[in-house]
């Protein structure tokens, strides 16, 4: 089966179906799938669309097949986050079938630090704009950010309200377009502070990423941090190689 003038493959269409119905607890944790011929007759579709459909599920982590017994859903998803590229976490949450949401915590003008400093490449006590939020999946808290960007670089008098947006798109709209990024993974575990934020036990493991964003010209423009519930985020990195051994 091929699809045309850009169509989406009828598995696809039922795969994504299926995801929307036990993401909206149709099908409950643990409970069974209704056999092929049932769901060949809900959806009006062919065996092999179905199984197409189903092994995609599997491959999302959303169902598991258990020989001479069925197909049961096995848990919630979690939204893979590539370290490969840049992206909106709104969008990236609702195409991982999500309901994205963003709470500002904080805006604040702040002095930049010894390590802000060396970062930006600016002298220590530079003022900086600091934006503190938290993005949830489903209404469930799935990444705490705090963003710092040089003071004056965005207008915020007008967008303050808007925060809870995207900061890319407000970098690019101030003639900033992100053309790259420089992550840094670190392994953490939920304070006092972030296990109220991210409403998780005191100790529960979480990553902890810094970025530094650049724009076209080479210039840095934002320092992030942000810590993700790894019960709600994984993150990836694609690996080319074998390489030559350095």
């Known amino acids: 089966m091929t699809a045309s003038r850009g169509r989406p493959l009828l598995a696809d ?4 179906e299926l995801k929307r119905l036990i993401l909206g607890g149709e099908f409950a944790l643990g409970s069974k799938l209704p056999n092929e011929d049932r769901l060949c007759e809900r959806f009006g579709v062919s065996r092999v669309t179905v199984r197409e459909a189903v092994r995609g599920l599997i491959e999302d982590g959303l169902v598991v097949r ?16 590539s370290l490969d590229v840049n992206f909106s976490y709104t969008e990236h949450f609702q195409e991982s079938g999500f309901r994205p949401g963003r709470r500002l915590i904080g805006m604040k003008r702040i002095q930049a630090d010894d390590d ?5 490449g600016i002298a220590v006590g530079t003022a900086l704009l600091e934006v503190r939020r938290i ?17 004056g670089l965005i207008e915020t008098t007008v967008e303050r ?4 947006g995207s900061l890319y798109r407000l970098l690019t709209a101030a003639g900033h377009p992100i053309a790259h990024a420089e992550a840094v993974l670190i392994p953490a575990v939920a304070d006092k502070e972030l296990a109220h934020l991210l409403d998780v036990s005191l100790g529960t493991p979480i990553q902890h990423l810094r970025q530094t964003d650049y724009d076209e010209a080479g210039r840095p423009v934002m320092v992030s941090d942000e810590w993700h519930v790894t019960s709600v985020i994984e ?3 694609y690996r080319r190689g074998p ?3 350095v």
Do not use: C, K, M, Q
């Not at 269409?13 to 994504?16: A, D, H, K, S």
């Open 116 to 120: 802000l400093a060396e970062a930006f």
């Open 135 to 151: 993005r949830t999946a489903d209404g469930r808290p799935a990444i705490y950010s705090v963003d710092r960007l040089p003071d």
């Open 13 to 16: 269409v039922v795969r994504r």
């Open 235 to 237: 993150l990836r990195v």
């Open 243 to 245: 390489g030559p051994v």
């Open 66 to 81: 258990r020989h001479g017994s069925g197909t049961y859903v096995t848990r919630r998803p979690l939204i893979r986050n």
């Open 161 to 164: 309200a808007a925060f809870g």
